[in-house]
């Protein structure tokens, strides 16, 4: 039976697990239809307006699940995990009132004029306020991410009588880690919003969708997420090199190097044995970990033996690395692909099309891959070198928190089914009942295997 420990960190994880999807689609989903609106308002062509008019149907659900899945994972701080806010309650509540007061309270304000508000305002009015929730989106992460990063590499603090008080609060906000952090989480963001537009784009044009719009939105999609693929691996190494600097164990983890080598190999596949401490059935790259973590061939990397009983759980870590970067890998060659097939010939092959809808959710995947690796990856302390995870739970009894947590998982299956439902459901009616006109009217082609492709 599982203990209250365990319970509740599942509890935790599976919250964050299902709220991290929906921000990672708005951050970046907001930032697509201020383009839209952008360019309607530059340009007068109603296409424009009518991407923004489905997407902003799509961001107004995934906020909606976002907020609620975010209040009530805030409510386990202190039903779950009493001993962190005491411990470490005068940095993190202050990060969290900010991200209230800076980033909510402007998404709350302006978001029913950029929902409700287009018929009502001037255009020009209305197009402030799309921005303005797109910063208030992109503000609530940095002050998430500003904690979650701190509570990684934690600075500008000291500690009197077992509790954190700030010292600093330029080196606590802007900790070690926080700049990889905020940029790869919202290059994450990006490739999430951006796979999603060209899979539903897709997906609405394979189900014989005439118009435009889709056709726009999936070469604006395309376009960013060639080039934030790459970026992302660009960032993910300087990441990476960050954290080898200040958590090496998390390194050493997912890399699965157990005894400290220098010419380290690349694992592309290992079966990490905790108990024998060593690895089944390696395939690996000769030195190349050394080289991509230290820029020398022979650099040397510590491993996990050197830090017993203070490293993470290696199994996770190690096949959520590989997950996220193989899930990276096909983002960059399929969005390259995808650019390259419609400058060639201005329009996607069939399968590429069908291959899209199934990655249309892709980023989540890769977002949760590498949550889990960091997340993951601090164990055992919830802050790094200051409280243990063990330290911070709390002491009801275990049937409780498994009560809240068949609850939780019940809801949260049944919120996430009715999302994908309502998300297909909703590019179906699109293709059915929105605005046509002469001026969006399409080129039909037939492809070599007989079936319709559009330019």
Not at 62 to 69: K, N, Y
Not at 81 to 101: C, D, R, T
Not at 127 to 156: D, Y
Not at 159 to 166: E, F, I, L, N, S
Request: net charge positive.
């Amino acid at each position: 039976m599982l203990d209250t420990l365990m319970l509740s960190r599942i509890q935790f994880a599976a919250n964050i697990s299902f709220h991290i999807l929906f921000p990672t689609i708005t951050i970046a989903l907001c930032w697509f239809l201020v383009f839209f609106k952008v360019r309607f308002d530059m340009t007068g062509n109603p296409v424009w307006m009518r991407a923004y008019r489905f997407w902003v149907k799509i961001f107004a659900l995934s906020f909606a699940l976002g907020v609620v899945s975010g209040i009530t994972m805030s409510f386990q701080f202190g039903t779950n995990w009493p001993g962190f806010m005491e411990k470490v309650g005068n940095i993190a509540g202050p990060l969290l009132g900010y991200e209230v007061l800076t980033a909510f309270f402007l998404e709350a304000t302006f978001l029913g004029i950029m929902l409700f508000g287009i018929k009502r305002v001037p255009p020009k009015v209305h197009t402030l306020a799309c921005f303005i929730v797109a910063l208030g989106t992109t503000l609530s992460a940095f002050w998430i991410l500003s904690l979650n990063s701190w509570m990684q590499t934690p600075t500008g603090f000291e500690m009197r009588d077992g509790v954190a008080y700030p010292t600093d609060w330029f080196a606590i906000i802007f900790n070690p880690s926080f700049p990889y952090r905020l940029t790869h989480m919202l290059l994450a963001s990006g490739l999430t919003a951006s796979f999603l537009i060209i899979g539903i784009s897709c997906y609405r044009l394979l189900k014989g969708d005439d118009k435009q719009a889709p056709k726009l939105t999936l070469k604006v999609a395309l376009i960013v997420a060639a080039v934030l693929a790459p970026l992302q691996a660009f960032v993910g190494d300087l990441h990476g090199l960050n954290t080898l600097k200040h958590q090496p164990q998390k390194i050493a983890a997912m890399e699965g190097v157990w005894h400290s080598e220098k010419g380290a190999p690349l694992l592309l596949f290992a079966i990490p044995d905790e108990e024998s401490r060593t690895n089944h059935f390696e395939i690996g790259i000769p030195n190349m970990a050394s080289f991509i973590l230290t820029h020398d061939w022979e650099g040397e990397i510590k491993g996990l033996n050197e830090f017993i009983g203070e490293h993470p759980p290696v199994k996770p870590v190690f096949f959520g690395f590989r997950i996220m970067v193989g899930l990276g890998l096909l983002m960059i060659a399929a969005s390259w692909f995808g650019v390259y097939q419609l400058k060639k010939r201005k329009k996607l092959p069939i399968w590429l099309m069908r291959s899209f809808v199934l990655l249309t959710f892709s980023g989540w995947l890769a977002t949760l891959a590498g949550w889990y690796v960091t997340e993951i990856g601090r164990q055992p302390y919830l802050v790094s070198g200051v409280l243990k995870v063990s330290d911070a739970a709390t002491q009801i009894a275990p049937a409780n928190v498994g009560f809240s947590l068949a609850m939780y998982l019940s809801v949260y299956a049944v919120l996430l089914v009715a999302y994908l439902h309502t998300v297909f459901l909703m590019a179906r009616r699109a293709v059915e009942i929105e605005e046509f006109d002469m001026a969006e009217q399409p080129i039909k082609t037939i492809s070599p295997n007989g079936e319709n492709a559009y330019v």
